[in-house]
């Protein structure tokens, strides 16, 4: 089974940029879509990116124009980079995968990496 590990996550103060990676163990084939969530303390899991496997993006309106998701299928790694980050932003930061469709919803995702934390200072 496919394996995903995320990294990258760090420390910035607002208006700074991160970009994490989720390397996978492989892509699983032709028809896969790759996403990132994330998930405040108290909150729920919330979609922020996803990308199919013919390069296809889909971004969430909350991070639209802050963040963009790339990948780089020689490598098996997926990347979200994230600028202009708020103290709104700060979470933790969870790559998964699932075979077909891309969605931003995350009980559509079985699987899911250990996440990489992002905070954010004002």
């Known amino acids: 089974e496919m394996q995903l590990v995320e990294s990258g996550g760090g420390s910035v103060q607002a208006g700074g940029s991160l970009r994490l990676s989720c390397a996978a163990s492989d892509f699983g084939g032709s028809h896969v879509c790759m996403a990132w969530f994330r998930q405040a303390l108290g909150k729920g899991r919330e979609g922020v990116a996803s990308?199919?496997?013919?390069?296809?993006?889909t971004i969430a309106d909350s991070v639209k124009g802050r963040f963009t998701i790339s990948q780089d299928t020689a490598k098996n790694i997926v990347y979200l980079q994230m600028t202009s980050l708020s103290p709104e932003d700060t979470a933790m930061y969870y790559c998964?995968?699932?075979?077909?469709?891309?969605?931003?919803?995350?009980?559509?995702?079985?699987?899911w990496g250990q996440g990489t934390p992002v905070t954010v200072s004002s």
């Open positions: 990308i199919r496997s013919d390069g296809i993006t």
């Open positions: 998964a995968a699932r075979a077909g469709t891309c969605y931003l919803a995350p009980s559509w995702y079985v699987i």
